[in-house]
């Protein structure tokens, strides 16, 4: 099976500007997560989504968002680009279901940097 | 939410077991504890997952003692390409799919020759 992609894998913004990121999850996988990782802050989870409807969210301002589509793609979207938002974004997949926690599989990650 | 501790960093030589163990003292009873490992400029990838007692797989083991204030990943006669950062999470499970994560700030495994 291929494993999760994301695109682009590397982005330069500035301050102000919005962008999108995707995220292909494995096939078959109806869950998909997203984080920011910083040298800072570590892993941070930022939401997830299954089956098309945000199931979980973490504690990030309302300019980060996300949506699913019903093939289970997912984009996440950032809007009016701070500095502080310079990261690598991850996306992971996982089966999903409404039992306990499944192990993620996660993609190599979206760098993007805010000039 | 339960927060977790982890050492910065540690060294060990080629062919000697480690043991990393990750603090999370308010840990509830429905979370569950995962290890995942990262490498530059790759995603994390998943160890193993406990909820209690012991489990081992191919590659590791993870001890959680009776009380899960802390948990123990333990890597068998590790290998120059066990160099990497090693993560703990805590999975608070709260119903109906709905899980809250906390990621430890990651332990950087360095292996000697």
């Known amino acids: 099976k291929a494993g999760v992609t994301q695109t682009p894998r590397y982005l330069i913004k500035t301050r102000g500007q919005q962008v999108t990121l995707s995220c292909s999850p494995i096939?078959?996988?109806?869950?998909v997560s997203w984080y920011q990782q910083t040298p800072g802050q570590g892993l941070q989870f930022l939401f997830e989504y299954f089956s098309e409807t945000q199931r979980n969210k973490g504690n990030f301002p309302g300019r980060f968002s996300g949506r699913q589509f019903s093939n289970s793609r997912s984009e996440m979207n950032v809007s009016t680009l701070e500095l502080g938002d310079s990261a690598l974004y991850l996306c992971?997949?996982?089966?999903?279901?409404?039992?306990?926690?499944?192990?993620?599989?996660f993609g190599p990650g979206t760098r993007l940097t805010v000039l | 939410l339960a927060k977790t501790t982890q050492p910065i960093s540690m060294d060990s030589y080629e062919g000697q077991e480690v043991n990393i163990t990750c603090s999370h003292n308010?840990?509830?009873?429905?979370?569950?504890i995962t290890w995942y490992q990262q490498f530059p400029s790759q995603g994390p990838r998943f160890i193993i997952q406990?909820?209690?007692t012991k489990v081992t797989n191919e590659v590791a083991s993870l001890f959680i003692p009776a009380d899960r204030k802390s948990s123990t990943l333990s890597l068998p006669r590790v290998s120059l390409s066990d160099t990497a950062v090693y993560y703990c999470?805590?999975?608070?499970?709260?119903?109906?799919?709905?899980?809250?994560?906390?990621f430890g700030k990651g332990t950087k495994l360095s292996v000697i020759p």
């Open positions: 999470l805590v999975a608070n499970y709260s119903g109906a799919g709905s899980y809250q994560l906390t």
């Open positions: 308010n840990i509830a009873t429905n979370d569950y």
């Open positions: 096939s078959g996988h109806r869950s």
């Open positions: 406990g909820y209690k």
């Open positions: 992971a997949s996982s089966p999903g279901g409404t039992s306990s926690y499944n192990e993620q599989f």
